[in-house]
Nanobody
Framework: VQLQASGGGLVQAGGSLSLSCAASRRTGSNNAMGWFRQAPGKEREFVGSISWNGGSTIHADNVRGRFTISRDNAKNSVYLQMNSLKPEDTAVYYC?????????????????WGQGTLVTVSS
């Protein structure tokens, strides 16, 4: 599975961005998908996850209410709508495909990763 993330860029605090990630082959029938991020000098952290059919989502506490993960299995794609962005949201954002059908927070559950897209939020 190859993943291609896009949609990153520079935005002012309070603004919005929408990230997209397309998988090279159909994954929606079996696999959860997720978004993670890594800020400079920090470990990669969980942002959001969505189950194989979109019926269940999980968001990290520090983005809940501002970010929304969604997916379109017909397009083999997962999305991350980011609103009310803060400077601390600045990071490289990665999409990933889980080995499980249910959503989850653990990096180890995700064997397939995209290349990342940079989001920079200015104050």
């Amino acid at each position: 599975v190859q993943l291609q993330a896009s949609g990153g860029g520079l935005v002012q605090a309070g603004g919005s961005l929408s990230l997209s990630c397309a998988a090279s082959r159909r994954t929606g029938s079996n696999n959860a998908m997720g978004w993670f991020r890594q800020a400079p000098g920090k470990e990669r952290e969980f942002v959001g996850s969505i189950s194989w059919n979109g019926g269940s989502t999980i968001h990290a506490d520090n983005v809940r209410g501002r970010f929304t993960i969604s997916r379109d299995n017909a397009k083999n794609s997962v999305y991350l709508q980011m609103n009310s962005l803060k400077p601390e949201d600045t990071a490289v954002y990665y999409c990933a495909v889980s080995r499980f059908s249910y959503s989850g927070r653990e990096l180890g559950a995700y064997p397939y990763w995209g290349q990342g897209t940079l989001v920079t939020v200015s104050s």
